[in-house]
């Protein structure tokens, strides 16, 4: 069975310095990976997917994460937050084999992204 | 384009009745899923539908729950005899028939239950 840790629910952190929110899955197969961000009051939206290929992959407002298969790991990364950046991080993860049934997603605990000014 | 919306928006009930929540997907998204988002619970999956079939129910809690989903369109999520617990924020999403493709989340319906 596959699984997702966000070992981190709370993370603060200063405007203008980096932050790593960390992402952990376990799985016996290959999947694909997301992490989707939730703005106070608003809807889920994808800030960026691996699905193969490079393992760096690049998102929406200046984020990116590392897929490390060895590690199992996929953390998301932004090298200077804004005050805007403050929301609710899930990272996810689907089962990338073709001769799967299932198009079931496993969602993380979040993390909830707190900058400070 | 519109979005994934969902009705009503919030929902306050008393122990013990049924209620129905609606979630109506992007137009040509043949996938759609409904979670569960409780306090520092993350998103649980409830179930998914493919089509009008539901191949998977595994995160359906109990029997009280139930959802159809007619035309391929507009699905329903029905909670009978309502508990406490079921206070919630209950989250529709649809997609593209893969997956690798993206979720689109409608905004939620909160759910309180006294």
């Known amino acids: 069975a596959q699984s997702v840790t966000q070992l981190d629910s709370q993370v603060p952190v200063f405007e203008e310095a980096p932050v790593e929110l960390r992402c952990n899955y376990s799985s016996s197969v290959s999947v694909y990976l997301f992490w989707y961000v939730q703005y106070p009051n608003q809807g889920l939206q994808l800030l960026l997917k691996y699905l193969s290929g490079s393992t760096l992959v690049k998102g929406i407002n200046g984020f990116e994460a590392e897929f490390n298969k060895s590690q199992t790991s996929f953390h998301l990364r932004k090298p200077s937050v804004h005050i805007s950046d403050t929301a609710e991080y899930f990272c996810a993860v689907s089962d990338a084999r073709t001769t799967s049934g299932t198009y079931k997603y496993i969602f993380g605990t979040g993390t909830r992204l707190k900058v400070l000014a | 384009g519109a979005g994934v919306s969902q009705s009503p928006s919030n929902k306050v009930t008393e122990k013990g009745k049924d209620v129905e929540l609606r979630c109506d997907p992007i137009s040509g998204h043949t996938a759609l899923y409904w979670y569960r988002q409780s306090l520092g619970q993350g998103l649980e999956f409830l179930i998914y539908?493919?089509?009008?079939?539901?191949?998977?129910k595994s995160g359906l809690p109990s029997d009280r729950f139930s959802a159809e989903r007619t035309g391929g369109s507009v699905s329903t999520l029905t909670i009978q005899r309502t508990q406490q617990e079921d206070s919630a924020v209950y989250l529709c999403a649809s997609s593209l028939q893969t997956r690798s493709n993206e979720q689109f989340f409608g905004p939620g319906t909160r759910l309180t239950v006294l």
């Open positions: 539908f493919q089509g009008n079939s539901a191949p998977d």
